[in-house]
Every structure is written in C-alpha cells, then in structure tokens.
C-alpha cells in the first residue's frame, strides 16, 4: 500500500536589498511564461524546505541566502494551474545588493523596485505582502 496522492511541495523566497528593492526572475516556462516570479521551485526528496529553498535562490538567480524567515504557507489548490501545490514562503534579506544572474528556469533576475506595478505570477502578490508585513512588524521590535 503506497501513499495517498498528496499536494506537492514547493519554496518561494521573498529576497530584499539594503535599499528595498525585491529580487524577482522572470518565468522562462508556462505557467505564466514571461512573468515576474519569486525565485522558487520545487522541493526534491530528502530536502528540507529550506535546503530546497536556498537551493532554488541560488539556481535561479546565483545568490547564497543563508538566514531564512517563514513568511507563510500557502495551500489554495488553485495558486498554480499545473495542479495542487503548497509552498513554504520565506524571507531573505541581502548584506549587499549582488548582481543576479539567471539560471535553470529563469529567463531573467532582476532587483525590482516596484513590484506592486508588475503582475506577478502564482499567488506572489500576496507573499509579498505578507513579506512586508512581517518585516515591519519585526523591525518594531
């Protein structure tokens, strides 16, 4: 007896610069081909969330992220049109605002200023917000 069909399991990663600014990627593959994303992806057997999630920065855009905050898990079945998908979202923040470079599934990294004006893949939108929200609510502290 196998186990029972499950959701699969991906990391986003909200990274910021020193001076605000997001890194985000451009989508090289459907869904969403040509839009802005997080870098994120899949997590791969026998790979905590965080391996996978410093993993996929660093294919993605060529940066090391060390320091990871748990922003949220986001569970709607419907976040990703290729089927049921749940992703641990984290925080990174950056010393100094590196050069990314693209990588694996991305067709471009770039650190956007305004986000907010972009449509952005998946549910990244609300990440994002939720990103901002805690990193104000720790800066309070």
Same mark, same amino acid.
């Given at each position: 007896?196998?186990?029972? &069909?499950?959701?699969?399991? %991906?990391?986003?990663?909200?990274?910021?610069?020193?001076?605000?600014?997001?890194?985000?990627?451009?989508? &090289?593959?459907?869904?969403? &081909?040509?839009?802005?994303?997080?870098?994120?992806?899949?997590?791969?057997?026998?790979?905590?969330?965080?391996?996978?999630?410093?993993?996929?920065?660093?294919?993605? %855009?060529?940066?090391?992220?060390?320091?990871? %905050?748990?922003?949220?898990?986001?569970?709607?079945?419907?976040?990703?049109?290729?089927?049921?998908?749940?992703?641990?979202?984290?925080?990174?923040?950056?010393?100094?605002?590196?050069?990314?470079?693209?990588?694996?599934?991305?067709?471009?990294?770039?650190?956007?200023?305004?986000?907010?004006?972009?449509?952005?893949?998946?549910?990244?939108?609300?990440?994002?917000?939720?990103?901002?929200?805690?990193?104000?609510?720790?800066?309070?502290?």
């Amino acid at each position: 007896m196998g186990l029972p &069909k499950t959701p699969a399991l %991906t990391v986003d990663c909200v990274i910021h610069d020193p001076d605000g600014r997001v890194l985000l990627i451009r989508r &090289k593959n459907e869904p969403f &081909k040509g839009a802005f994303a997080l870098p994120g992806g899949f997590v791969d057997i026998g790979e905590t969330v965080e391996a996978g999630c410093r993993r996929e920065v660093r294919e993605e %855009t060529g940066l090391e992220v060390a320091e990871l %905050t748990l922003v949220g898990v986001y569970s709607d079945p419907g976040r990703d049109p290729r089927g049921h998908t749940v992703s641990a979202a984290f925080l990174a923040r950056l010393p100094a605002a590196m050069p990314p470079r693209a990588g694996d599934d991305a067709e471009a990294a770039e650190w956007v200023a305004d986000w907010r004006g972009e449509a952005l893949a998946f549910d990244h939108a609300q990440i994002l917000e939720d990103a901002e929200r805690l990193a104000s609510l720790a800066a309070e502290d």
